[in-house]
């Protein structure tokens, strides 16, 4: 029994692996001519791509890094977590705030001309706070990366400019990008503190020591380009080209849009155009449904040892799994089930799952039980048969 066990844990979790290796492989033709090169629509709620173009090429990203040093900081830190700065952090190239060594500050103003502004000086201040050094920081983006699921993602810099370690280069996808922007969102206990910082219009502060002010203004022009704009984070280096990822909220959907390399100097406008194109495509070819649910025939299992033969089984279905889907889309369900179970059974116990995919991608699943016990074949149950069978 213990074998049988293993092997069907072994198979569930190999289906796993497949149905995750599936969703981070939708590649297919431009449809919409986007100018950037790699490009991801994400159903923010259930991770599942939309529209995808190079969607695994591993390309810098610029300043879109700073969402995953935002929600680092805002998990790790504390609005009023003291950062000093180091030489190291003021001598960042441009675009910086400006700081001199041993100027500190408050996280909570930190993180507006972080995500505002896009200072790099502000960035490496942040790191060198919360993880001791950027390298240190470093390590923990990559394990807060693996931990979401980006299987391509390589951090070495908090604020995105270009650089490389023995790990290689600073680098992701339009799809790990979109993971992360999703996690932040959705996923993270921060989620709603990532949100205020991201779509604040402006903000003033001053040092700890109140000798200088510093104002920071929003350059995410997606935040007015269309109604339901939640968030995002512009980026740019010469070697990345423009970047952007961004997130709409409009009624029960919740769209992620990911970009790099949208165009260099002088086509800055490339990403807001790539943007909208993909957000009005998910509006307009996509809708919420219910995935889970409905009558699901699950059969029955072999028992060894058993009073009975076999044990019939049913689907525990929770509901509650949506998924954006186009109007032609079905849902497959499958069921799989243990070969066999070894009496006793008890009511309730877990004989297999149900998963339910879109295409050959699983984007739920449910356990399946057994409706009834099983007593096992012991000594008094053999005495009463062999009474019985006297008595004929």
Excluded at 266 to 289: A, P
Aim: net charge negative.
């Amino acid at each position: 029994m213990r074998n049988v066990v293993r092997r069907y844990v072994l198979c569930l979790l190999f289906g796993v692996w497949i149905s995750v290796g599936a969703l981070h492989a939708g590649a297919q033709e431009d449809e919409l001519g986007l100018y950037a090169r790699s490009a991801v629509l994400m159903d923010g709620d259930s991770g599942r791509i939309l529209y995808a173009k190079e969607a695994q090429t591993e390309l810098p990203m610029a300043s879109t890094t700073k969402i995953m040093t935002c929600i680092l900081a805002l998990e790790e830190g504390t609005p009023d977590t003291v950062c000093t700065v180091s030489a190291y952090a003021a001598s960042q190239p441009e675009v910086r705030l400006g700081m001199a060594e041993g100027d500190t500050f408050y996280l909570k103003d930190l993180l507006c001309s972080l995500m505002l502004e896009s200072h790099n000086d502000t960035a490496v201040c942040i790191a060198e706070t919360i993880g001791g050094s950027t390298e240190g920081f470093a390590a923990k983006m990559n394990a807060k990366a693996r931990e979401i699921g980006c299987a391509q993602t390589w951090y070495v810099t908090p604020n995105g400019l270009d650089a490389q370690d023995a790990g290689g280069e600073h680098r992701t996808t339009a799809c790990d990008l979109a993971l992360v922007m999703r996690y932040c969102l959705t996923q993270s206990p921060q989620a709603e503190a990532f949100l205020e910082v991201t779509r604040t219009p402006s903000c003033v502060f001053t040092d700890i020591n109140g000798s200088r002010s510093y104002g920071c203004t929003n350059h995410n022009a997606f935040l007015q380009i269309m109604d339901g704009a939640l968030s995002g984070k512009t980026g740019f280096t010469s070697k990345a080209g423009y970047c952007y990822v961004g997130a709409l909220r409009r009624g029960d959907r919740l769209l992620i849009v990911a970009l790099l390399a949208c165009g260099w100097p002088h086509h800055k406008g490339y990403k807001w155009i790539d943007t909208k194109k993909l957000m009005n495509y998910g509006l307009e070819h996509f809708e919420k449904r219910e995935i889970t649910g409905g009558t699901v025939q699950t059969g029955s299992i072999p028992v060894q040892n058993g009073q009975q033969e076999s044990v019939e089984t049913q689907a525990v279905q929770d509901g509650g799994i949506q998924v954006l889907m186009r109007p032609e889309e079905q849902v497959r369900t499958v069921v799989e089930l243990l070969p066999e179970l070894e009496a006793p059974v008890e009511a309730g116990q877990e004989a297999g799952r149900v998963r339910y995919l879109i295409g050959d991608v699983q984007y739920g699943s449910c356990p399946v039980v057994t409706a009834h016990g099983v007593a096992a074949r012991d000594y008094p149950y053999c005495l009463r048969g062999l009474w019985e069978m006297a008595l004929l």
